[in-house]
Each structure stands twice: as structure tokens, then as C-alpha cells.
């Protein structure tokens, strides 16, 4: 626990703060996650107040003392300002709620600091420090439940979850952030109101979802969301891995399955040195809908056997709707998506030794994703065979192997053509068109078939190509 009494481990630019107001005649607080990180021991760059004095009175208060500001939360009473390496927001004490067919809030200004911590989402967010004075404000029990690793609301959850439904969401993201359980009545009241996520902008949801994913505990925020029903509706294709497992177990658990590969994947993580900085949301996410596809091409053959042919390729298209519809930018869909296609592509090195053409293959498909690819390959082992893990290991760390020795001698990460689009159109005495991507394909296929040709070699090459295509 940190002493919250002990000024040095408040952020300067709050305490410089705080004197403003009170100076000016206002209250100023610190609230929410940076009070709850204090007792976490950890100090906050992003700080949010709550304060007695309108939007208009706290631009005044900080005019000059800021060394910038925005008001594009003003109409929620909200305005913000930087201070050195700090981000402030102030927002005036205030109560909201949404309407049931509008996701957008209405907004009501209050005038007490306890009245505004009790229409904050949980208890562990609803303690507040008065500044300058360092007075501890927790109405709600927000520190004993934190204590006690419990997740609570300050009112009614239905209450709570009515006024703003997204915090279903955050209750499924503190559960992975902070390692804790939701209280009894909170996960009762979102399994009844699971559906007014759906009130709730894709963006709002997806900003959740990827702070679930990248939390301390992960596994523990995608289970509440589907034991609440909320995945039903923001992630359905995870609930649908939970597939009926035939009466042989002649496959594993999907769902239990995938949630190993996520927390084995997160182990992974390399520090911020490392070629994939934990938390690294791409890994993670492709770790968790690795095998989405699996329900669509499950198959029992003959003898009773269960396959699930091409559910990476399936999988791959299924991840990239379901992020669309999510609002993930293009370069974060693609790379996610990449990944859960090329899951497999390494079983077959296991199976049979690769010529040096299907490394390099391996390497070009796999591109900047080569690093997270290693992880996910290596996550996705959870078989409790130990002489059939170790054979897995031990192969894929020889195929790591393999691509350094390659990629020392080659480059492999930069496989491109000796001629480029210009040289192949001088050479062969052609104008721009298709004919152009034919032979740069050709070259390229060579190259990773058979290493690099050399200049001259490769206009050899060239020319007996087109020679044989008359």
C-alpha cells in the first residue's frame, strides 16, 4: 500500500493544481484510476480531477498555468490541459445516464464530490484525494474492496450498468487488469443486461476489449464476458469454441484451448528491448482466435476420428470480419489475420524436413509478423504429452535455427527479385503491363527456390523464360 498522506507520491502537476483552485475558491480532486493506482503502487501520467467550478471557471484557473489546453469534452463538462509530461482532464462534478435507445449520454452538473463518486462505475473507482489537503474521500468502500480483490458498483449494478452499458465491459477488464472477481450481484446483473451492450459504439467497445486483452490476467476477463453472455454479443465467434467434445475426447476442449494459447502467448512477451514488447495486443488477439474456424469445419470421419481441415484459412476470414466490424484499423486486421492463417503452415516441418525454398517461403508469407509467428507456433502447444512437446520444440527450435543461418547468408527479410519492374521492361523490351508482374514473379519464385542468382544469372533467366513463352 502507499501512504496517499505522503506528497511525494502525488504527480507535481496535481498538487500545483489543487492550489489553483483553492486559491481561486473551488474544490479540486484527484479521482478514479490514478487514486486506485496510488494504492497499487504505481503513479499515473494521465490524471483526472473532478471539481465545483464550471467548465468556463476551470479554463480561467488554468489560464497560464498550462501549457496547453482543448475543449472538445466541454458540452460533458470536461476540459483538458497538459502540464509537462502530464495529460489533466477536469471535469465538472456531474451525474449522467443514457437513454435506452441513445448511446449518447445526457448530461446533469452536480454539486457535491460524493454525489459524483456514486455514479462512477465500481467502488475501487469511486475514492477521491482533495487537493491540496491529501484528504482521503472513499463513501463507497472503494479500498476494502480493492483489498479484498473484489469488484463492486457504488449503487445497484442494474443501476449502474443502465446509466453507461460499456461498463459491463470494463467489469470483464479490471477482472484482467487487476487479477479480481466481480461481486456476485455484478455478474447476475450483466448476465440480465448483456444486450444493452449492443447500444454501445463499436469504438468504445473495441478500446475495451483490446485494454481486456492486454491486461495482467486476460483469461479471467474473456471468461466473465462469455459466462455473462456479453461475447454472445461482442465476440461470438469465442462462446461458438465451445463445441460438444464427442463422447472419445478424441479432440481437446477449443475454447479451454485457446485461452492456454492466449496466457502462453502473453509469456512470450519480450521486454521492451525484445522484438515483441509486452503487452503486444497482435499476439494476444491472434493467440485467442487461432482456431475460431474450427466450428465451421468440423468434420467426424470415418472411425470416429474429428478433423477441422482449412479452419485456418476460414479462421483467418472469419477474425478479419469480425474486426471490421469492431472498427480495427486496416494494418492491426491484417496482421491479426495473417497469423491465424499461418497457425499451422509449421506442422508440416514437423512432419517432414523443409528444403531451404520452404523456409524462405515460410520467412516471405510470414513477413514482419515472423517474430509473433515464432510465439504463436510455440504457444499454441498445450498437449499433455511431454515426449510429443518436446519433439514439437525441438523442431520448431530447429527451424528457427535454420532461418538464421538463411537469413544471415541472405536477407532473407528483405527476398526480392536481382532485377526490379524497370530492368525487366529494358531487358526484355516491353511496355508497363501485366507481363511485367509475370516475369518479376517468376524471378522471385526462382530466388526462393533457388537462393540469390546473381545479376547476370538472372538475365539469363529472364530472357530463357520469355524465349520459352514464344
Not at 445526457?106 to 462505475?121: H, K, N, Q, S
Not at 536477407?411 to 508497363?432: C, K
Amino acid at each position: 500500500m502507499v501512504n496517499l498522506f505522503d506528497s511525494s507520491a502525488i504527480h507535481p502537476a496535481a498538487l500545483e493544481l489543487g492550489r489553483l483552485f483553492e486559491s481561486a475558491g473551488f474544490e479540486l480532486s484527484l479521482v478514479g484510476g490514478p487514486v486506485r493506482d496510488l494504492f497499487l503502487g504505481s503513479q499515473a501520467l494521465d490524471l483526472d480531477f473532478t471539481t465545483n467550478a464550471t467548465p468556463d471557471e476551470t479554463l480561467r484557473v488554468a489560464r497560464g498555468w498550462a501549457d496547453a489546453h482543448w475543449e472538445i469534452g466541454r458540452d460533458f463538462g470536461t476540459i483538458g490541459l497538459r502540464k509537462g509530461d502530464a495529460m489533466i482532464e477536469v471535469t465538472t462534478y456531474r451525474a449522467e445516464a443514457y437513454d435506452p435507445d441513445s448511446r449518447k449520454p445526457t448530461v446533469a452538473f452536480g454539486r457535491r464530490l460524493e454525489d459524483d463518486l456514486y455514479r462512477r462505475d465500481f467502488t475501487i473507482n469511486s475514492m477521491a484525494l482533495r487537493l491540496p489537503s491529501l484528504e482521503l474521500v472513499d463513501p463507497y468502500g472503494g479500498i476494502s474492496d480493492l483489498s479484498s480483490g473484489v469488484l463492486k458498483t457504488p449503487g445497484l449494478p442494474q443501476d449502474s450498468f443502465s446509466d453507461d452499458p460499456l461498463r459491463m465491459m470494463r467489469a470483464a477488464r479490471f477482472a484482467a487488469r487487476l487479477d479480481i472477481d466481480p461481486a456476485h450481484e455484478v455478474v447476475l446483473a450483466m448476465k440480465e443486461m448483456a444486450g444493452r451492450i449492443e447500444i454501445i459504439s463499436a469504438e468504445r467497445v473495441r478500446d475495451e476489449l483490446v485494454k481486456l486483452i492486454n491486461g495482467k490476467n486476460p483469461r479471467r476477463g474473456v471468461d466473465l464476458m462469455v459466462d455473462t453472455g456479453l461475447a454472445d454479443r461482442v465476440l461470438p465467434e469465442i462462446p461458438a469454441l465451445k463445441m460438444e467434445i464427442d463422447e472419445h475426447h478424441r479432440h481437446k476442449d477449443v475454447y479451454q484451448h485457446s485461452l492456454t494459447v492466449l496466457m502462453q502467448a502473453a509469456d512470450l512477451e519480450t521486454d521492451a528491448e525484445g522484438p515483441v514488447p509486452g503487452p503486444d495486443f497482435t499476439l494476444r488477439f491472434a493467440a485467442l482466435m487461432h482456431d475460431v474456424g474450427k466450428p465451421a469445419t468440423r468434420r467426424v470421419e470415418k472411425g470416429g476420428a474429428v478433423s477441422f481441415r482449412h479452419h485456418d484459412v476460414v479462421g483467418a476470414k472469419q477474425v478479419k470480419k469480425r474486426m471490421r466490424e469492431l472498427r480495427f484499423d486496416n494494418e492491426t486486421i491484417r496482421n491479426v489475420a495473417r497469423l491465424v492463417e499461418l497457425h499451422m503452415r509449421f506442422y508440416g516441418y514437423g512432419e517432414a524436413g523443409w528444403t531451404d525454398s520452404a523456409v524462405r517461403r515460410y520467412v516471405r508469407d510470414a513477413g514482419d509478423q515472423l517474430e509473433r509467428l515464432h510465439r504463436l507456433t510455440r504457444s499454441d502447444v498445450t498437449t499433455r504429452n511431454k515426449r510429443k512437446a518436446q519433439r514439437l520444440e525441438f523442431a520448431y527450435d530447429d527451424l528457427e535455427h535454420r532461418i538464421e543461418e538463411l537469413s544471415a547468408q541472405e536477407e532473407l527479410d528483405a527476398i526480392r527479385p536481382e532485377l526490379d519492374g524497370r530492368e525487366i521492361m529494358e531487358i526484355l523490351g516491353i511496355p508497363p503491363g501485366p507481363e511485367v508482374g509475370e516475369a518479376y514473379s517468376h524471378l522471385l519464385n526462382l530466388r526462393l527456390d533457388e537462393g540469390a542468382l546473381g545479376h547476370d544469372a538472372a538475365v539469363e533467366r529472364l530472357r530463357a523464360w520469355w524465349a520459352e513463352r514464344g
